[in-house]
Each structure stands twice: as C-alpha cells, then as structure tokens.
C-alpha cells in the first residue's frame, strides 16, 4: 500500500519545504496541467527537473495534458520515476508505454471517471500502473465518485488474473473517510493532496491513511 502525496495542495511557494514534510511518504505526485485537456495550469518540465533533484521521494508525475506521445518521454529523462499520461490524450498508449519503459521509468495510463477500463484490460501487461480517477481531473479538493469504486474493483479482479502485477492507483477524494473503502476496491496506490498538506501533522497524515490503508475495516 503506498501513498503519493499530490504536491497540487502544497505551497508553491516552498514546494522544496513541502517535499521534506513528505518524505516519509512512498512518491511525491506531481500533478502536470496545460490548460487545455484540463481547464487548469500547474507546472512543466523546468519544474519538475528540478524537484527531482531535490525530492526526498521518487517522482510521479500525472501528466494531464494534451499530445502525451509528444511530451511524456521528456518527463522522463526530466527525472520522473513514474510517468501517467490519460488514455483520453495519446495515440499509441502501447508505444508509448514502452517509450517510458525503455527509458527506465514505470508507464502509467490514467482513465478519467468516464472513461471505461474495458479497452485497456488485455494491455496490462504493457504498463506499470492503472490510475483510476475518481474525481474528474483539474482541481483538488474534490469530492469523491462514489461510482468509480466499481471500476477500481474491475481494473482489480482483471489485473489478479492476469498475474501482471500491474499497480492499481486512485487519484481524487482521497482522505481517512474513504481511503478503507478504496482499499477494500482493490487499489493499492492512494494519491492525497488536500488530506495530506491540510493537515497539522503532515507526516502524521501519512502514516495515519498508509495504517487505514493497510488494515481497512471489513465492509458491511
């Protein structure tokens, strides 16, 4: 069970100050917006090299933007350890994968709640991780879907047997209230922003949702 902070709801300003109170935790996500597959504008590339040269944890970097074939492999020499680019924005998702993979890094695809995981379940074996977005991307501090969990158990059961091992993230509305829930769905990667940097004990926050998400309580 890991757990990536989102640095979206950290302090821009201190962004290296906000990586240390994290680094307990198991990746820093960083979340990549253009303003244009999502109506928001975050970071790029100049950014991200440089927090991975100075992040105590690994890098994964969710890529919500347009023409990822073009644009997530400099993510990767910029030094993501994890590259996610949305299904909704490549043209050749298993090329690129393996772009990503060649280049030493894990291939993620991520699905907006919409977006059924159907076509992708006889490709897990070409990625490294299945995000499964249960709020709709762009903005933290959302709600979460209940309905997405159904697609994190079937990404879950398909992912058991293929024996791929592939990673199963979930990113949105990640908290202590629904992380036992998401757990219980079969994730195994929970991405927390507003939960985690909202928190007074920051490290704490970590600990507390990696023990929820190790020892959910049994579903009713």
């Known amino acids: 069970m890991l757990i990536n902070p989102s640095i979206l709801s950290a302090d821009f300003a201190n962004l290296e100050r906000d990586l240390q109170a994290i680094a307990s935790a198991d990746y820093a996500h960083v979340d990549v917006m253009d303003h244009h597959f999502v109506p928001n504008l975050t970071i790029g590339l100049p950014v991200v090299r440089r927090l991975a040269e100075v992040s105590p944890v690994p890098l994964d970097v969710h890529l919500m933007i347009e023409d990822a074939d073009r644009w997530a492999p400099q993510y990767a020499e910029a030094g993501a350890a994890s590259v996610?680019?949305?299904?909704?924005?490549?043209?050749?998702?298993?090329?690129l994968a393996r772009e990503l993979r060649a280049g030493g890094v894990r291939a993620a695809v991520a699905l907006r709640p919409a977006t059924p995981v159907e076509p992708f379940l006889d490709l897990l074996a070409e990625v490294d991780m299945v995000l499964v977005m249960t709020v709709e991307p762009?903005?933290?501090?959302?709600?979460?879907?209940?309905?997405?969990?159904?697609k994190v158990r079937r990404t879950r059961a398909a992912v058991d047997a293929s024996g791929a091992g592939t990673w199963v993230q979930v990113d949105g509305g990640v908290s202590r209230d629904t992380i036992g829930r998401i757990a219980r769905a079969g994730a195994n990667v929970f991405v927390a922003g507003s939960a985690v940097y909202g928190a007074e004990d920051v490290a704490g926050e970590v600990a507390a949702l990696r023990a929820l998400a190790q020892h959910p309580t049994i579903e009713a």
Do not use: M, Y
Request: charged content about 10%; hydrophobic content about 40%; overall charge negative.
């Open 84 to 95: 996610t680019f949305h299904a909704e924005a490549t043209q050749a998702p298993v090329r």
């Open 138 to 150: 762009g903005f933290g501090g959302q709600s979460f879907i209940e309905g997405t969990l159904a």
